[in-house]
């Protein structure tokens, strides 16, 4: 390791991390978001159980999995040991506060707003991950298309999940989550890089902000459509 | 003069670093035009005259450039007033009749001497591990005899107006030391007179920080929105690309 043992032993090392981290999790979400906007289609899944065979078998798709899976159990172990540590540094509390007048109440709880997510994240993917990659508890169905296409029916698997109102609240709760998580998180990952310039900051921030809206909102509304049956 | 304020403080008593604090409640008349020093200058003559312990307080030039006073007003360090310091602050800034929560800046880095006034001494450790620059002895060379393009001269004073008074640290909530660690960086790094120590100088003052004890930083940009001195969040920034710069030199 050498000299780059500073992003084990570093605060700044460890900063790099979360942002190296959270980008990949953001390039991910686009992924994951634009594959689940295809319901959207209405066509009875079809586009999206394509889109799911190609993700489930592709051996580049595969091998990125485990890249996202080390990616996101670092992410999270590390947020939760900065969130400890950072608590730490100041053993004797303020008897007034005033956190709000020169910060975001989101950009001071990332570590809350993470766990919301990671709660929501245990429950998303024994639903869906666990059924599709492992056929635990249960197998996939499968589907012929009008195309002739024989399908893994994962969408089914969705609309079977939405049909439980516990499960939709949770779903869009994760969102509300993971929306201030992002709106914090996506500015912060550029400025950790030292991306930061006066022209084009306030881009990245834009980008940020709509990003933060977009993606959260598309995903909260797949569970609330399916529940009302507007799509099928 | 005329019209006086009455003032509710509530004040952060503490022996010493190794004892418990509490707050502690004085009535205070003030004038409006009086600087928030001023008002607690009047307070402990009240106090030396009833046979108490005066509070113990930090302030030196009491004109915004010296760093020394340190007080976190109601929650926010030098109060509700942006870019200034304590001892710029007047209690026109207050009304009639309102309480006023005073406390030392709070973290375990910056430990509490006496009542408001804390040690930060670790700033000073900070700027010895790598904030200077090394320069020939003899006459004093020509002030104008090294070219600086004037907008890294501004960019690296507008970071050199860092008077180090601690508030970054007082308002994180990870009480951590970047913006200040940003600023000195940034200043000696642009500057030509601090090129031969700059990947070693990031390196060194950034291990001394961690060293201290100090918080890492979360970006939630409250350092520099509570900065007396208003500087950007992005010398934070700049600091990040130093050190991973130096960093993959092999520094």
Known sequence: MGVLSFVFSSSLGRKLIMAVTGISLIAFLVVHCAINATVFF??????????AEFMGHNWFIRAAEIGLFVGLLWHIVQGIWLTFD????????YGANAGNANSKWYSRSMGLLGSIILIFLVMHLKHFWVVSRFGLPHE???????????LENLYIEMINVFQNPVAVIVYVLGCIGLGYHLLHGFGSAFQTLGISHKSYTPIINSIGVAFSIIV??????IPVVMHLGLIK | M???????????RQQNENTQGHFEEHKVQASPDMSF???FDVLNEQLIEDGKDPIAFDHDCREGICGMCSMVINGRPHGPKGGVTTCQLHMRSFQDGDTVVVEPWRANAFPVIKDLSVNRSAFDRIIASGGYVSVNTGNAVDANSILIPKEVADTAF?????????ACVSACKNASAMLFVGAKVTQLSMLP??????????????????????????????????CPKQIPLSVIANLNREYYRAKLNGK
């Not at chain 1, 209405?42 to 889109?51: H, P």
């Not at chain 1, 996939?140 to 024989?150: F, I």
């Not at chain 2, 700059?198 to 979360?218: I, K, L, N």
């Open chain 1, 42 to 51: 209405n066509d009875g899944g079809e586009t999206f159980n394509v889109a």
């Open chain 1, 86 to 93: 950072n608590q730490k540094r100041r053993k004797a509390k």
């Open chain 1, 140 to 150: 996939l169905g499968h589907l012929e298309y009008a195309s002739g296409a024989h």
């Open chain 1, 216 to 221: 959260p909102l598309t995903f909260a509304l």
């Open chain 2, 2 to 12: 005329g019209n006086t304020m009455n003032i509710n403080l509530k004040v952060w």
């Open chain 2, 37 to 39: 020093l001023e008002m």
């Open chain 2, 158 to 166: 507008e970071a050199a107006t860092c008077i180090g008074c601690g």
């Open chain 2, 193 to 226: 007179q601090g090129q031969s120590e700059r990947e070693s100088r990031v390196v060194a003052m950034v291990d001394q920080m961690d060293a201290e004890g100090f918080g890492a930083c979360t970006n939630t940009g409250a350092c520099a929105a509570e």
